[in-house]
């Protein structure tokens, strides 16, 4: 049972370049969320899905984008990447409204 | 708008020690959910805990265990007879149970506890 998986683990963009973090999961969970991880500040959500073809805004949405065309996957893109974009990613997804996320391991991406 | 606030940056304990890590939080509502997550060297976040606001019962894992204080707006995590594996980042988060605005939708994590176990 791989649960939620995240890639690449590893990433490196210089700025303007775009690219696109995957995450899948094979848990049929309906929800899923992109969470970003910065030195001191905790993890804080980008966007979120409560199922295909529903996603919504988080916290700091600015710079990404997400689509959700099937349960298993919630894809996030970078259209033009900056330095401020320099963070670790997660993935997580959940079964229920009441139930806990499970995370994948994550994508430390660096832009230069 | 909800926060978590977690004051101890750093935490030391030695091996089969006691040791608790502080977590409070600020929310006006009465239904929610609080959490506290391991992140080892790994990266991977994992659930060590989970409570339900509306349960007056302190939720327990194994050497895990949490004092709730709904009132005092505090959770703190006790981790008993503390082991090597152990160490790592703590974070404590928090999330409504009442879905206005997508509020349950939404893990609102403190900046972390990084506790060492010394052998």
């Known amino acids: 049972n791989a649960g939620v998986t995240q890639t690449p683990k590893f990433q490196v963009l210089k700025t303007g370049q775009s690219m696109t973090l995957q995450c899948a999961q094979d848990?049929?969970?309906?929800?899923m969320s992109w969470y970003r991880q910065d030195p001191g500040m905790g993890l804080r959500l980008i966007h979120y899905?409560?199922?295909?073809?529903?996603?919504d805004q988080g916290e700091v949405p600015n710079g990404y984008n997400v689509s959700r065309s099937t349960t298993e996957d919630f894809p996030l893109r970078l259209l033009s990447a900056a330095p401020s974009q320099t963070s670790v990613y997660f993935c997580?997804?959940?079964?229920?409204?009441?139930?806990?996320?499970?995370f994948g391991q994550g994508t430390r991406l660096t832009v230069v | 708008a909800q926060t978590v606030t977690q004051s101890q940056p750093e935490m030391s304990v030695q091996e089969a020690e006691t040791v608790t890590l502080s977590c409070t939080y600020d929310?006006?509502?009465?239904?929610?959910?609080l959490f506290w997550y391991k992140q080892p060297p790994s990266r991977q976040m994992i659930l060590v805990i989970r409570?339900?606001?509306?349960?007056?019962q302190n939720a327990t894992e194994n050497r895990f265990s949490v004092n709730f204080q709904k009132a005092a707006k505090s959770f703190s995590l006790k981790i008993s007879d503390s082991q090597l594996g152990d160490a790592a980042m703590y974070f404590c988060?928090?999330?409504?149970?009442?879905?206005?605005?997508?509020?349950?939708?939404?893990?609102?994590f403190g900046t972390g506890t990084l506790l060492a176990v010394q052998p």
């Open positions: 997580a997804s959940r079964m229920f409204v009441n139930t806990e996320a499970f």
């Open positions: 848990m049929n969970h309906e929800y």
């Open positions: 899905s409560v199922g295909a073809g529903i996603t």
């Open positions: 929310t006006s509502e009465s239904d929610y959910y």
């Open positions: 409570q339900e606001a509306y349960k007056q």
């Open positions: 988060a928090y999330r409504s149970a009442k879905n206005y605005g997508g509020a349950t939708n939404k893990l609102i």
